[in-house]
């Protein structure tokens, strides 16, 4: 089984500062991570995902990530934060369940961006 | 392109009324398709997914039940619905043997 902890529930940080949004996984096989994004009252949005290669993985918005296996961890960065970044993240890994590929997700960490 | 409808946008609905919420996926397939709770402050929790018409796996025992009676439709549904039905349901899809799911808008439901 897989399991995700995201280990703030809350970030606040002021515009134009670099953000780290933390996120630790478990997993006893192989997994692909993925980072969404949730604006009020609106889906998931795909933000980045990593599935093999360069640990450093490029998304959308200016959003980054890093993989490390040893650590379990994929966080989530971006150097200058804007206030229309101010949404729930969440942190999700996918193995093989059943017949379908599942995801689990983390709790979400709220980023707010503080004029 | 694939696009991913939910309706209705919102629900209100009295406690022991019947529900039915509608998913539906344009431009693919075959799709994996999935329902997703999400209650007010948590995280999101995989109710059903469905690997193909009539086939459905549920992943917590509960109220709801799911249907898929087309290729790219799925329904979500419950004959009395309990004040813990509430939240933000989202329905997801996923290439069949791919990697990573795209959500659709969701449907704020609140049972009063």
């Known amino acids: 089984a897989q399991s995700v902890t995201q280990l703030d529930s809350q970030v606040p940080v002021f515009e134009e500062a670099p953000v780290e949004l933390r996120c630790n996984y478990s997993s006893s096989v192989s997994v692909y991570l993925f980072w969404y994004v949730q604006y009020p009252n609106q889906g998931l949005q795909l933000l980045l995902k990593?599935?093999?290669?360069?640990?450093l993985v490029k998304g959308i918005n200016g959003f980054e990530a890093e993989f490390n296996k040893s650590q379990t961890s994929f966080h989530l960065r971006k150097p200058s934060v804007h206030i229309s970044d101010t949404a729930e993240y969440f942190c999700?890994?996918?193995?093989?369940?059943?017949?379908?590929?599942?995801?689990?997700f983390g709790s979400g960490t709220q980023l707010t961006v503080l004029p | 392109s694939q696009t991913i409808h939910q309706w209705p946008a919102t629900l209100v609905q009295p406690v022991g009324s019947p529900l039915s919420l509608e998913c539906t996926v344009e431009g693919t397939s075959n799709p994996n398709l999935y329902w997703y709770r999400q209650a007010a402050g948590r995280g999101l929790q995989l109710l059903f997914y469905?690997?193909?018409?009539?086939?459905i796996s549920s992943e917590v025992p509960q109220n709801l039940s799911a249907s898929r009676p087309q290729d790219r439709q799925f329904i979500l549904s419950s004959k009395k619905l309990l004040l813990s039905d509430s939240g933000f349901y989202l329905c997801?899809?996923?290439?069949?043997?791919?990697?990573?799911?795209?959500f659709g808008p969701g449907t704020r439901l609140t049972v009063l």
């Open positions: 997801a899809w996923s290439q069949a043997g791919g990697i990573g799911q795209f």
């Open positions: 990593y599935l093999s290669g360069s640990t």
């Open positions: 999700a890994v996918s193995a093989l369940s059943g017949s379908a590929r599942q995801l689990t």
């Open positions: 469905s690997v193909g018409i009539g086939q």
